[in-house]
C-alpha cells in the first residue's frame, strides 16, 4: 500500500500493527458518482463497440481468452462483454477518465488468473494523485494543481489499479520508458505528520511514531486562549522553524512556528543525566517557551421560584466560607478585570436562598435558609482575570469569568524536537555558571547529554543543528528547506551548509571549544553545537505537583477524599515500603 497509507506511523502496545493514517497524497472518495447504467453508456458511447464482443456472440462459439483479451466486468456482477484488444480498451479508458467523460475516480483492476479486468466506480475510495508520464513535461512552475487536474496531467488512481496496470517512477530522474506515472513527491509514502520532520530518512523509524504522538501534545500559539469552559493553553511566541521540509507547504500549517529555536550544545553536565535538559536562566527570564493557561468559569442563577433563588452577590462574614479569600470580588459577586485570583479562591460570589416549611400544615410556616454556592478556583492556578461578563438570559442570569495564570518553564517541564528527541528540564543553571563558547563568547539556550542521543538514532536531530545553525549565519531561509530528494541522499545538501559555516568563521563539523563558567577552564573535548526547534508539551509539572493541609472530605466515611482534581490527598497506603519510611520520616527532615 505505498503512497496510501504512512508507512512510518503504527501505534504501540497491543494495537501494533495498524493503521492510523493516510499517506500524505491519499484520498478517500466522497463524490455523488454516475448510476451503474449511464456509467455503462458511456463506456459504450466512447468508441468502444470495434473492440467489445457481446457475451451472446461468445458463447455461440467460445474460445480461450489470449494474453491480450479478457472478460470485462463491470461493477454490476455480471460479465458483460469480452475485450478483444486490451491495450486499445485501456488507452481508451484513461482518456475518457482524464477528459472528465466519466468520474474521474473510477478504476481498473486486471486479474490475469481469471482473464478478467473488473471495472468499478464507488465512494469510500482510497485513491491518490499522480502525474502522467507522457505529459510530464508540461507541468510549470505557475500551474496549480486543480489546473493539472483538469487538462489531465494529473489522474486519481486507486489502489487495486496502481498495483495490477500501473509502473510508477518515485522521481524524474528514475523514470524509464516502460513507467506510466510519476510520484508528485518522493515523501508521498509519508503521513502528515512524519513528512513534516526533516531529514526523516536519518530518522529511527519508532521515533517517527513517538513524534506522532507527541504532536497532539505540543502548546502551540495559533489556538484561541477562550473558547467556553474549556481551558485552553497558549504559548507566548514562537518563531519559524529554521530547518522545514519541503512538503510542509502541502500541509495546513506546515512550517510555520511551533516552538522556538534555540541554541543547543552537546555537553554532559551534572543535572543532565540520560534525557535531562540543563536550561540557561535568562532564557526563562526572556519569556522563552512560556504559556499562558486561560480557564473560564461558568455560572448560571435561575430565576426565583417558591422553593430556592440563587444571587450573585459578595457574602456576608455569616456566610462565607474559611481559609478562602473574596478579597478580588465587588458587591455585585463579580471579579474586576485585571484583578489577581490566588488558586483556591472565590472567583464567583453567589448565594442560595431555600425555603423550607416547618411546623403543621394547615399553618404553612416557613424559614428562609441562605449558603454560599460560590465557584472556586483551582488550587494550583492563580492569574489574572481577563473576561467579567454578566449576561441578562430569559433563563435567568449568566456570568462568564477567565482568569488567565502565567507558566514560565521549571524544574519538571518536558520538551521535545521534531525528531522526538523529548527532555525533562533537570536544572536552571544560572547565566554566570553557564560553560560559554569561545568562538561567540555566549553560553548557549541548552545543554543535552549526548547519552540521550546514542540510543535513540536521531541522526536527523544532528543535521537539523548543523543546517540551523548554517541558516542563522548566511540568514538565508531558503538553504533550510529540506528537498526531501531521497535517493540522492542528503550529503549535497550538508555539504553546502558546512561550507556555508566555514565561510563565517565556525568549524565546519559544529563543533566548538567552550569554557566552564563556574572553574574558568578549558574544556577539553570538542563540543558540538546548533540551533534546534524545541517545543514544550502539556506535561507540566506545575499540573501534577499537588499538597494541602485541608480541603473537602467524603461524604460517607469523612475522609479525605482522593485525585488531585477532587482536591484531594494521596492517601498513605498500607504497604511495607510506607509503613517502614515513616518511622524515619523526622530523621530525613533533620538531615
Not at 494523485?129 to 487538462?151: C, G, H, M, W, Y
Not at 485552553?232 to 529554521?242: A, C, F, V
Not at 481559609?323 to 463579580?334: F, P, Q, R, T
Not at 574558568?520 to 499540573?543: C, P, Q
Request: hydrophobic share 35%; net charge positive.
Amino acid at each position: 500500500q505505498y503512497g496510501y497509507v504512512c508507512a512510518a506511523f503504527t501505534p504501540d502496545g497491543e494495537s501494533t500493527g495498524l493503521v492510523y493514517e493516510r499517506a500524505l497524497t491519499a484520498k478517500i472518495t466522497v463524490e455523488p458518482l454516475y448510476s451503474t447504467r449511464r456509467f455503462l453508456q458511456h463506456i459504450l458511447e466512447l468508441a468502444m463497440g470495434d473492440i467489445l464482443m457481446p457475451m451472446s456472440e461468445y458463447m455461440d462459439e467460445p474460445y480461450s481468452l489470449g494474453d491480450n483479451q479478457r472478460f470485462l466486468h463491470l461493477h454490476t456482477g455480471v460479465i458483460s462483454a469480452v475485450i478483444t484488444d486490451l491495450e486499445a480498451f485501456v488507452g481508451r479508458f484513461r482518456h475518457i477518465r482524464r477528459s472528465r467523460r466519466i468520474n474521474q475516480h473510477a478504476y481498473m483492476m486486471d486479474r490475469p488468473d481469471n482473464n478478467m479486468l473488473l471495472i468499478q466506480c464507488q465512494e469510500g475510495l482510497l485513491t491518490r494523485p499522480l502525474v502522467i508520464a507522457s505529459r510530464q513535461k508540461e507541468i510549470t512552475a505557475s500551474l496549480t494543481f486543480d489546473q493539472a487536474l483538469e487538462r489531465g496531467i494529473i489522474e486519481y488512481v486507486a489502489l487495486a489499479e496502481a498495483y495490477t496496470m500501473c509502473t510508477i517512477a518515485v522521481d524524474i530522474d528514475l523514470f524509464t520508458p516502460e513507467c506510466t506515472h510519476i510520484e508528485l513527491t518522493q515523501a508521498s509514502f509519508l503521513g502528515i505528520e512524519a513528512a513534516s520532520v526533516p531529514y526523516v530518512t536519518s530518522e529511527q523509524g519508532p521515533r517517527l511514531s513517538y513524534f506522532a504522538s507527541q504532536r497532539k501534545q505540543i502548546i502551540t500559539s495559533s489556538c484561541d486562549p477562550r473558547r467556553g469552559a474549556i481551558q485552553t493553553t497558549q504559548l507566548w511566541t514562537s518563531m519559524r522553524n529554521m530547518v522545514v521540509p519541503k512538503t510542509a507547504k502541502m500541509i495546513p500549517g506546515g512550517g510555520e512556528g511551533r516552538g522556538v529555536p534555540m541554541t543547543v550544545a552537546f555537553l554532559a553536565l551534572p543535572g543532565n543525566q540520560e534525557d535531562a535538559i540543563i536550561i540557561k536562566k535568562s532564557t526563562v527570564e526572556f519569556g522563552a517557551l512560556s504559556i499562558s493557561t486561560v480557564r473560564t468559569y461558568v455560572s448560571e442563577a435561575a430565576p426565583a421560584n417558591t422553593t430556592y433563588s440563587e444571587t450573585f452577590e459578595l457574602p456576608g462574614k455569616v456566610l462565607s466560607r474559611r481559609n478562602v479569600s473574596y478579597n478580588a470580588l465587588e458587591k455585585d459577586g463579580m471579579p474586576r478585570k485585571g484583578a489577581y485570583i490566588k488558586g483556591g479562591n472565590i472567583v464567583i460570589g453567589k448565594t442560595r436562598s431555600t425555603r423550607k416549611h416547618f411546623g403543621p400544615v394547615q399553618q404553612n410556616r416557613t424559614m428562609l435558609k441562605r449558603r454560599d454556592i460560590s465557584i472556586m478556583s483551582h488550587k494550583d492556578e492563580s492569574g489574572l482575570v481577563v473576561v467579567s461578563n454578566v449576561s441578562k438570559l430569559p433563563t435567568g442570569t449568566r456570568t462568564e469569568v477567565s482568569v488567565s495564570t502565567t507558566r514560565h518553564v521549571i524544574i519538571g517541564d518536558k520538551l521535545s524536537t521534531d525528531s522526538a528527541q523529548k527532555g525533562v528540564i533537570g536544572q536552571i543553571m544560572p547565566t554566570e555558571d553557564c560553560p560559554f563558547s569561545m568562538v561567540t563568547g555566549c553560553p548557549v539556550d541548552l545543554y543535552v547529554s549526548p547519552l540521550s542521543q546514542t540510543s535513540r538514532m536521531t541522526m536527523n536531530s544532528k543535521l537539523s543543528a548543523i543546517t540551523g545553525k548554517a541558516v542563522c549565519a548566511s540568514a538565508n531561509l531558503e538553504l533550510g528547506i529540506d528537498n526531501q530528494e531521497f535517493h540522492k541522499g542528503n550529503r549535497a545538501h550538508i555539504e553546502e551548509c558546512e561550507r556555508v559555516l566555514s565561510d563565517a568563521g565556525f568549524n565546519k563539523r559544529g563543533t566548538e571549544m567552550f569554557c566552564d563558567g563556574r572553574t574558568g577552564e578549558m574544556i577539553e573535548a570538542d563540543v558540538f553545537t546548533g540551533i534546534i526547534s524545541y517545543y514544550r508539551l502539556n506535561h507540566l509539572a506545575a499540573k501534577k505537583c499537588h499538597a494541602r493541609s485541608f480541603g473537602p472530605k467524603d461524604i460517607i466515611h469523612r475522609q479525605a477524599r482522593e485525585r488531585r482534581r477532587y482536591h484531594g490527598n494521596n492517601k498513605l497506603r498500607e504497604r511495607r515500603g510506607v509503613l517502614f519510611v515513616l518511622p524515619f520520616l523526622p530523621v530525613f527532615f533533620f538531615l
